[in-house]
């Protein structure tokens, strides 16, 4: 993850390559390539708003359509840390017409929202129709109607035949407060003619790079780099306290059906099994502290 300023401070750049993340998102899932697609662009627009916050506050984009993917979420902090998944990630459709992955119909119609967890207790929650399904011209939709920000944003993902994810990342172009409309032409123009990030990434460009080919005529200045992990923040801790909210009846009823209850994180298919045992003595927390509480 790359970020920098242009035009002496007029523009505020961010680009990232998320391949590796995306290719082990994918593997945890058996994810289908338009399903990869769409999570990696995603993903990449998630890591650059997460770069725009600070440090452990949070961001997460979900975008909820009536096509067969259903939902997409990302989630991302200002440490780089990044997630995300599909609803159904074993979706097919058919190609374009120029024989390209589908995004837009496996999405369809609906909504994306991006909500931002400063630690101020409610999260900041916005949102726009999808304007294309295509992600990127979404978000582009999103930073104008929802945050006042003229921004261009591009997002690419390179499939490979073996399903594997060859290349991954995005691009975030904005202009700052005070930028002159001749500059918002000028990003225009230069932008036009830009190669798929998909291709540059692809071919090796870094994301420093990615920026220098968009506005490198605009004299970008690099601020700092952010690594990026794929990083999940299920534990067995929150899985107990998921079953502790469950209540003693239900947990009871679990007991005589199940005799055991296994959680899967719908993030990283992490799966936490508790036994008869266990489970047992979340029930006996939960009456010693229904006791206490009287």
């Keep these: 993850m790359a970020q920098a300023t242009a035009a002496n401070g007029q523009i505020r750049a961010l680009a990232v390559a998320n391949t590796n993340i995306v290719n082990e998102v994918c593997q945890r899932h058996q994810m289908w390539p338009v399903a990869a697609a769409a999570l990696g662009r995603t993903t990449a627009a998630a890591a650059m708003l997460g770069a ?146 998909s291709s540059l990434i692809d071919t090796g460009s870094t994301p420093e790079d990615i920026i220098a080919e968009a506005i490198g005529e605009l004299q970008p200045k690099y601020l700092h780099q952010l690594p990026l992990r794929f990083r999940c923040s299920c534990s067995r801790q929150r899985c107990e306290s998921a079953l502790i909210a469950l209540g003693a009846e239900e947990l009871d009823e679990m007991i005589k059906e199940q005799g055991e209850a296994e959680l899967t994180c719908r993030f990283c298919q992490e799966r936490y099994l508790f036994t008869k045992e266990e489970l047992m003595a979340l029930q006996a927390r939960i009456r010693q502290d229904s006791t206490q509480d009287q």
């Excluded at 600070?54 to 997460?60: F, G, M, P, S």
């Excluded at 097919?92 to 991006?114: M, Q, R, S, Y």
């Excluded at 909500?115 to 900041?124: F, K, Q, V, W």
């Design 52 to 197: 725009m916050q600070k440090d452990k506050e949070r961001v997460t984009v979900q975008i909820i359509g009536d096509g067969p993917l259903e939902q997409i979420i990302a989630d991302a902090d200002g440490e780089g840390n990044l997630r995300g998944y599909v609803h159904n990630p074993h979706v097919d459709v058919p190609h374009t017409a120029n024989k390209k992955l589908n995004v837009k119909a496996a999405i369809g119609e609906g909504h994306l929202w991006v909500i931002r967890d400063l630690g101020l207790g409610e999260p900041y929650r916005g949102g726009v129709p999808l304007v294309s399904g295509e992600i990127a011209e979404d978000f582009a939709s999103y930073f104008a109607r929802s945050e006042q920000t003229p921004s261009v944003v591009a997002l690419g993902v390179l499939v490979g035949v073996d399903y594997q994810v060859r290349a991954a990342g995005g691009l975030i172009l904005q202009l700052m407060p005070g930028a002159s409309e001749g500059l918002a032409i000028m990003l225009e123009h230069m932008v036009k003619d830009l190669r798929p990030i």
